[in-house]
């Protein structure tokens, strides 16, 4: 397991009963977890002093209720800044286990820029507030950032402004991911690095309909054609508990390493809980690199 244990102001205190209880900078949050099938003592104080805590309906959905938290405040992690608010569907606006991907991402492309001096220019799609795409520009990389929702890209810019990148080689697109990959094949634009983060299921802006089981597995072949011949990297992370790392594997390797040799390497990712030492999992991701 990829492990994201790095961060000094975010950590998962506990979990039990279907929820998690993580501090987010100066603050304590309580959020539901479908993962945290166990049943443990809530011995952390947090749990009775919390400043927000989502309730999931058994409808569906839910709703927070807050005690003493702020409409938005930030985090870091090295050298980049997040705008954290809580907005629905139990979200603050990061995904904190993205980080062990952040980290492996940016020294390749380092590596890339120190030793060989070569452009880096990074693709990043679903890209949500734009964690991956600032940690790629932190590392040097031109990054193109492309999601299909305009309030998420507004926010994703805010966050380059707090992390000191408002002048960093950005492309900032509102588009459906699968449109602009068949428009850049036809401009015969390639990349050195692609990330995507594909929801389980989502709508583009003109309602068009993403089921990831039914969709993924296409989109990385699609994707493929504008991976650069001489290409660095290639990142699919999951959410969707079907998608397992073997699954992850199987669909990177059938769809690059014909053509672009290198090797794929996939593995859950997952936070520590700093109360017991155990590893929180937070879903997959698939590798490939040269």
């Known amino acids: 397991m990829w492990i994201a244990d790095n961060w000094k102001d975010y950590?998962?205190?506990?979990?039990?009963?279907?929820?998690?209880?993580?501090?987010?900078?100066?603050?304590?949050?309580?959020?539901?977890?479908?993962?945290?099938?166990?049943?443990?003592?809530?011995?952390?104080?947090?749990?009775k002093h919390r400043n927000g805590h989502y309730h999931r309906s058994s409808k569906g959905g839910g709703e927070w209720e807050f005690f003493d938290l702020p409409q938005e405040w930030q985090i870091r992690y090295r050298e980049l800044t997040f705008n954290l608010k809580p907005f629905s569907f139990k979200h603050t606006g990061l995904f904190p286990e993205q980080a062990t991907n952040w980290d492996w991402f940016s020294s390749i492309?380092?590596?890339?820029?120190?030793?060989?001096?070569?452009?880096?220019?990074?693709?990043?799609?679903?890209?949500?507030?734009?964690?991956?795409?600032?940690a790629a520009a932190k590392a040097g990389?031109?990054?193109?950032?492309?999601?299909?929702?305009?309030?998420?890209?507004?926010?994703?810019?805010?966050?380059?402004?707090?992390?000191?990148?408002?002048?960093?080689?950005?492309?900032?697109?509102?588009?459906?991911?699968?449109?602009?990959?068949?428009?850049?094949?036809?401009?015969?634009?390639?990349?050195?690095g692609i990330i995507m983060d594909p929801p389980s299921y989502g709508r583009g802006p003109k309602g068009e309909i993403w089921k990831i089981e039914e969709s993924i597995f296409p989109f990385i072949e699609l994707t493929s054609k504008i991976l650069a011949?001489?290409?660095?990297?290639?990142?699919?992370?999951?959410?969707?508990?079907?998608?397992?790392?073997?699954?992850?594997?199987?669909?990177?390797?059938?769809?690059?390493?014909p053509q672009f040799g290198g090797h794929v390497e996939a593995s859950e990712i997952g936070l520590p809980v700093s109360s017991n030492g155990l590893i929180l999992p937070c879903g997959a991701s698939g590798r490939w690199m040269r």
């Open 11 to 47: 950590e998962v205190i506990d979990t039990s009963d279907g929820e998690k209880l993580e501090r987010w900078g100066d603050y304590i949050l309580v959020r539901p977890d479908p993962q945290v099938i166990w049943h443990t003592p809530k011995k952390a104080p947090g749990w």
């Open 109 to 134: 492309i380092k590596g890339a820029v120190q030793e060989t001096n070569r452009p880096v220019k990074v693709l990043n799609l679903f890209a949500y507030t734009g964690g991956a795409t600032l």
């Open 141 to 192: 990389a031109s990054v193109t950032h492309v999601d299909a929702s305009k309030g998420m890209v507004t926010w994703a810019k805010e966050n380059a402004v707090a992390s000191g990148l408002s002048d960093a080689p950005i492309r900032w697109l509102v588009d459906d991911c699968v449109k602009f990959v068949e428009r850049e094949i036809r401009r015969g634009n390639t990349y050195d």
């Open 229 to 257: 011949k001489d290409a660095l990297f290639f990142l699919v992370n999951s959410y969707t508990t079907g998608l397992q790392p073997a699954v992850l594997t199987y669909m990177i390797h059938t769809a690059l390493i």
